[in-house]
């Protein structure tokens, strides 16, 4: 009995800390208007609501509220089927560490209009400093299940090591860098150059994303790509996004990492990935420059 009162007393601790805690959607690198705050939180569901925008040309109520479940990951979901209309339905998760939620995702309507659940990534706004009103500058924004960020932190470890990094690569992987074209990375090719394929012509992400990533994932962000109707959310390639869809029939389950300042835009480099089972697999990288 006492075990259970324990147990109870724990979550209870960890909820009260949850409860009312507000998410602001994050877009192009700075904090929105629309937010999310949870309402309820038990150990296998999630009550969230979503603000929404009413005034007089456009009459809805304030608010929706989502219940989310638990899968087998610890996070949190929904899938919410709108008929016929696939771009129109909605997907929400999440993104628990360690008992305390991340991130929320949203796929929701790409018009981001009065009365509807905008899409997107919803983070907590850091506190501004002891007499400032500014927020601060986020250094990291990662906004992906516990399970892509653990693969990640494997995956970046054993680059350097070609045949430790080999069996987590899908191939071909897709190639859209302004150094060497449009083009697939294959298992012959990988075999012959390692992880810098083409004698170091910035096609695979040793060199890329090093300063970044060691130790601490500085200066990334990480995130999901939502498709609408072929349009894609964040930022993806034409060349990448076609590959993709060619490969593996839609854009479910692919993720980027990307550096932070111009995820959201054609620029910089950016690696792809893909849900696979319970894990994931490496399937495109980006280099692109602007010049002046």
Not at 54 to 77: D, M, R, W
Not at 210 to 237: E, H, M, T, W
Request: net charge neutral; with cysteine; charged share 20%.
């Amino acid at each position: 009995m006492k075990k259970i009162n324990f147990l109870s007393f724990l979550f209870a601790l960890v909820f009260s800390n949850l409860y009312g805690q507000t998410f602001h959607l994050y877009e192009n690198n700075k904090f929105a208007t629309r937010k999310i705050s949870v309402v309820k939180f038990t150990a296998d569901t999630l009550e969230i609501k979503c603000f929404l925008n009413p005034s007089e040309h456009c009459v809805c109520e304030s608010y929706e509220i989502y219940a989310l479940t638990k899968n087998q990951f610890g996070n949190y979901c929904a899938q919410l089927n709108n008929g016929e209309d696939e771009s129109q339905n909605k997907f929400i998760q999440a993104n628990l560490y360690d008992g305390k939620i991340k991130s929320i995702s949203i796929k929701g309507n790409m018009v981001y209009d009065c009365c509807g659940v905008s899409s997107g990534i919803y983070l907590v706004k850091p506190t501004p400093p002891s007499g400032s009103k500014n927020t601060p500058k986020l250094s990291t924004v990662n906004a992906t299940p516990k399970q892509f960020y653990d693969f990640w932190n494997t995956f970046k470890a054993k680059i350097n090591n070609t045949d430790s990094i080999k069996p987590l690569i899908h191939f071909p992987y897709g190639l859209n860098c302004n150094y060497l074209g449009e083009k697939q990375i294959t298992l012959d090719d990988f075999s012959k150059y390692g992880t810098e394929v083409f004698g170091g012509g910035n096609a695979f992400i040793k060199n890329t994303f090093s300063d970044y990533a060691f130790p601490k994932n500085k200066g990334l962000f990480f995130g999901q790509i939502f498709d609408f109707d072929g349009v894609a959310l964040p930022y993806l390639s034409e060349e990448l996004k076609n590959h993709f869809i060619t490969q593996f029939g839609n854009l479910n389950g692919i993720y980027v990492v990307s550096e932070l300042s111009n995820y959201y835009q054609a620029s910089d480099y950016k690696a792809y990935f893909r849900a696979k089972d319970d894990s994931f697999e490496f399937i495109g990288f980006e280099g692109l420059e602007q010049g002046d």
